[in-house]
């Protein structure tokens, strides 16, 4: 899926993290959070099975993304636990993009997350940590829009 227009580099830059943001089409959703310069995405369409199309964008045009190839996502959970899902990623202009495999338990986590952190292990950096407000309605979009 080609991204769509983001937020302006500087009012992505200058915004606190807010709640997930979600859009529906007729055959696809999305839904994407930006904190600390970055916007983080996931999408999906009609017939897609078992994964989300993922986008980790830079603002500031994606040169901190050199080398990386693969993400670890960190999702903490309300009873304490933090779950972790790997993400293959390759570098398309200022954004790592890549497939983020599901299953039924990981679109769970997704839902009902607190917080999720973006790492990548070689060379080890954190790149966003936002909280999941508004992720149990993009759980809903994908089900409804990609039988996800």
Known sequence: MKPTALVPALLIAALPALAWETEQTRDAARSWQSASGLAVEFSCRRGQQGYLDFRLTDAAGGGRFAGIRSLMLWIELADGRTARYPVDVAIAGPSL????????????????????????????????????????????AFRERCGL
Do not use: C, V, W
């Open 97 to 140: 993009s890549g497939r983020f495999y599901i299953s039924d338990e990981i679109l769970d986590h997704f839902q009902n997350g607190t917080a999720m952190i973006i790492d990548s292990a070689l060379p080890r950096q954190e790149f966003l940590r936002t909280d999941m407000k508004g992720t149990g309605a993009a759980r809903l």
